[in-house]
């Protein structure tokens, strides 16, 4: 079964705003991804944070980690219409190294 | 940066027919690569892991003889739907982890098979 939940499992912001996806996990985790795909395409790494590690940036993305609570946040700031698309985290588990998808969220920038 | 390659990216073919996939990374060598299966505005599900040289391990609720899968070189790894019905059309995507850098490596994905079971 799938390991990790998401939420918003849908989210429309307008340009400009920012956007913030939440994801929880069950198991001990290696490390967390977030993924982008867009409509019918494959999937393109974002970023990944190690599970000894609590915030990490790249660009306009910001993913938090908090192992206790076994949850991880994406923010993208500054948003544009170009970041439409679905965003899935990803926990690599510590037992097999299997990477197990939350659900997703679907990402709609209003023009 | 590590590129995986799927294909074909789009196949469509009739009930009771065998569709192979292929999956293969191109600038590295991958021991281990993983298939899964999407449906429509569903996550991604793990099927099967794929390890060069042994069988692949099926996740719980995967067919392995419905799902073959083969891993016959560091640089390929093939997964085979035999007798396809329309309730096999999905989605396909392969990833592979790059070896380098250490463990925590991202995975890298394929741009996925598109399979439309007619």
């Known amino acids: 079964s799938q390991q990790g939940e998401e939420d918003p499992q849908a989210l429309s912001i307008q340009e400009g705003e920012n956007a913030t996806m939440n994801c929880s996990y069950k198991t001990s985790i290696n490390n967390l991804q977030w993924y982008r795909q867009n409509s019918g395409r494959g999937l393109v790494h974002l970023i990944l944070?190690?599970?000894?590690?609590r915030e990490k940036h790249s660009g306009r993305l910001r993913v938090t980690l908090d192992t206790s609570k076994k949850s991880s946040s994406l923010l993208i700031t500054a948003s544009r219409a170009a970041d439409t698309a679905s965003y899935f985290c990803a926990a690599q588990t510590n037992r097999d190294d299997k990477i197990i998808f939350g659900k997703g969220t679907r990402l709609h920038i209003l023009p | 940066g590590a590129v995986v390659s799927q294909h074909p990216s789009w196949v469509i073919c009739k009930s009771g027919t065998s569709v192979k996939i292929e999956c293969r990374s191109l600038d590295f060598q991958a021991t281990t690569m993983f298939w899964y299966r999407q449906f429509p505005k569903q996550s991604l599900m793990l099927m099967a892991t794929s390890n060069e040289g042994s069988k692949a391990t099926y996740e719980q609720g995967v067919e392995k003889d419905k799902f073959l899968i083969n891993h016959a070189s560091l640089t390929l790894s093939t997964l085979t739907v035999t007798s396809a019905h329309p309730e096999d059309s999905s989605f396909y995507i392969c990833?592979?982890?790059?070896?380098w850098g250490g463990g925590g490596q991202p995975q890298h994905f394929g741009d996925g098979t598109r399979l439309s079971i007619l």
């Open positions: 944070i190690r599970s000894n590690e």
């Open positions: 990833s592979a982890r790059a070896p």
